[in-house]
């Protein structure tokens, strides 16, 4: 028993773990801050979590897709909600112990996803599939190498079927249907969100794949207008600096283009940037100074994101002239101090419209690009089939 106690801790010792943050940015930077001390890797894709930290109040829909998410994760499993950030560090030190308690574990009730999905509308609590997960990635070096930038997990979906494609064992099956060019391809209904890594939660891309295009994309947020709001207990005075925010735009953008190290730098430096301490300003300017060098000089991330969600040149609703990449320099020159942050937030019609004929793997580069914290809520924007 003894040895099976050891090893059982030893296993779970470095939990996996879903950040879901519905409240104030600054409490999901504390949770990422602590994450990052204990060294306990994120979760690639829903399916990989055995931690769930919900950081801040969900609203009804949100909460209701978590619901569903819980009940599909393998066990061990755990569920951790927080919502003042001096409270992240305390809640987290019972994770490993809730984990290794076999009969807790078992004592639990597993729920049905189908039934929990009836509670609410399909579309609001759905998507929670590997819809956004990640293959594994290898960690790259300071030369600038890196994995596989598209590597996305296994995107099925609880979205609606289309197309009298049918279902087996409750789960949508493909039907089929013309594309632009007349041809008859196969067609689903898929959703991306709105509880995924890396992804701004609450927000929900639904789609219809036909082959490994998207088409009739549309974005909205969940929850009407439950916009995160800043909070007195949790918030810093200089939580909306731009090099912050960059820093945390650039860190989420990494982490979909599949670079998790260049990604945990950026959040260090963001992290050391909020210090009250003068040294760790200055570490933290430093290193911010060098995961911006890094990125620039990557020859693998420009090869490999290049031309994904170009605007030709144009800018306007919010997003910034240019593709992916141009956009992540942006946050690097923003990061540095060289220049402000849109006040504008981005259009979702105008996103949608970008996402559009995309693969998933490059629509979710195209959200990432973008800076939506703060954005409006609660309107559906889209394109529909031409």
């Known amino acids: 028993m003894d040895v099976r106690r050891r090893l059982t801790r030893w296993a779970l010792a470095r939990p996996h773990v879903l950040l879901v943050s519905p409240g104030p940015r600054a409490l999901r930077w504390a949770a990422e801050a602590e994450l990052d001390r204990r060294s306990w890797p994120e979760a690639g894709s829903p399916a990989d979590a055995d931690v769930v930290l919900v950081a801040g109040e969900p609203g009804p829909s949100t909460s209701a897709a978590v619901d569903v998410l819980m009940s599909q994760l393998p066990r061990p499993r755990v569920r951790i909600d927080v919502d003042r950030a001096d409270d992240v560090g305390r809640r987290l030190d019972g994770v490993v112990a809730a984990l290794a308690d076999v009969s807790g574990q078992l004592a639990e009730p597993s729920g049905d996803p189908q039934a929990l999905l009836r509670l609410g509308e399909p579309s609001e609590a759905g998507g929670q599939g590997d819809h956004g997960g990640h293959g594994d990635v290898s960690e790259h070096g300071d030369d600038g190498g890196h994995g596989d930038h598209g590597g996305h997990g296994d995107h099925g979906g609880h979205g609606e079927h289309a197309h009298h494609g049918g279902e087996v064992a409750g789960l949508p099956m493909a039907g089929t249907a013309p594309d632009r060019d007349g041809l008859e391809l196969d067609s689903l209904r898929v959703s991306l969100g709105p509880v995924l890594p890396a992804w701004p939660t609450g927000l929900v891309l639904s789609g219809t794949m036909q082959g490994d295009v998207l088409t009739g994309a549309r974005l909205r947020w969940i929850d009407g207008d439950r916009a995160p709001p800043p909070s007195p207990d949790d918030g810093r005075p200089d939580d909306g600096r731009p090099d912050v925010v960059a820093l945390d735009a650039l860190a989420r953008f990494l982490r979909v283009a599949g670079w998790p190290v260049a990604a945990r730098r950026a959040r260090a430096a963001r992290h050391a940037l909020l210090s009250a301490d003068e040294e760790s300003v200055r570490r933290g300017r430093a290193a911010a100074a060098r995961v911006t060098r890094t990125v620039r000089r990557s020859r693998f991330l420009r090869w490999s994101v290049r031309g994904i969600g170009d605007t030709h040149g144009t800018a306007g609703d919010g997003i910034p002239a240019g593709d992916v990449l141009d956009r992540a320099y942006r946050w690097c020159a923003v990061a540095g101090g060289g220049l402000p942050v849109a006040s504008a937030p981005a259009d979702l019609g105008a996103l949608a419209g970008m996402v559009e004929g995309q693969e998933l793997a490059a629509a979710r580069l195209i ?20």
């Open 367 to 386: 959200v990432a690009s973008v800076d939506l914290d703060g954005a409006a809520v609660g309107a559906e924007y889209g394109r529909a089939h031409d």
